[in-house]
């Protein structure tokens, strides 16, 4: 089976622009869950979607947004980035909903300049 | 407030000798306690996972155990092996919340 898939794998942007990143969860798992990793802050949670719903969300600001599709795939937008917003995005995917058994995929590397 | 503290943040054992770490959670509801292995250049890695109507799971190499009273969850690496060099997280879902807490990380290193 395969793992959890995340495109791009590294980006660089500069202050201003906007990124959208993509995950594509495990087969068959309807949960994604989204994390910022930095070294400062560790791994923080962004937001979990379960069946194109969002369940809950973190406590970033409204630049960071997202979504989910039929297929289960997810993607997440930051606007107006900032030098900040640079860390590793995570998503996670579970079969249910609740942070059960999640499956990390190898993230994306995000550097804003 | 929800929260995780994990102990130690760096822990340096020769090969062959045991790792503990040591994880507090605050919501008493909490009921599911993962431990996740992150390697260098790549996602956290679930690597055993423990429910809160047990006190201790195995497998192979490593345990977990639980005390719920305590709030408490440590992970048990057994004769460690240069390959399990790592940063390890535990992390508790804040139940109905919908989100998982993670804890800041122990940095484990295996020396030869």
């Known amino acids: 089976k395969a793992g959890v898939t995340q495109t791009p794998r590294y980006l660089i942007k500069t202050r201003g622009q906007q990124v959208t990143l993509s995950c594509s969860p495990i087969s068959g798992h309807r949960s994604v869950s989204w994390y910022q990793q930095t070294p400062g802050q560790g791994l923080q949670f962004l937001f979990e979607?379960?069946?194109?719903?969002q369940r809950n969300k973190g406590n970033f600001p409204g630049r960071f947004s997202g979504r989910q599709f039929s297929n289960s795939r997810s993607e997440m937008n930051v606007s107006t980035l900032e030098l900040g917003d640079s860390a590793l995005y995570l998503c996670?995917?579970?079969w249910g909903t609740g942070g059960y058994e999640q499956y990390f995929g190898p993230g994306t590397r995000l550097t804003v300049t | 407030g929800e929260n995780v503290e994990q102990h130690p943040s760096t822990l340096s054992v020769q090969e062959g000798d045991s790792a503990v770490i040591k994880c507090t959670y605050s919501?008493?509801?909490?009921?599911?306690f993962p431990w996740y292995k992150q390697e260098l250049g790549k996602g956290p890695q679930l690597i055993i996972d423990i429910r809160s109507n047990v006190g201790e799971k195995k497998d192979q190499r490593i345990a977990v155990t639980l005390n719920k009273t305590a709030k408490h969850f440590s992970l048990h690496i057994t004769e460690t092996q240069p390959e399990d060099s790592a940063v390890y997280f535990c992390?508790?879902?804040?139940?109905?919340?919908?989100?998982?807490?993670f804890g800041a990380g122990t940095r484990l290193f295996v020396k030869a």
């Open positions: 919501d008493s509801a909490s009921n599911y």
């Open positions: 979607y379960f069946s194109e719903t």
């Open positions: 992390a508790a879902p804040i139940t109905g919340g919908f989100k998982t807490i």
């Open positions: 996670a995917s579970s």
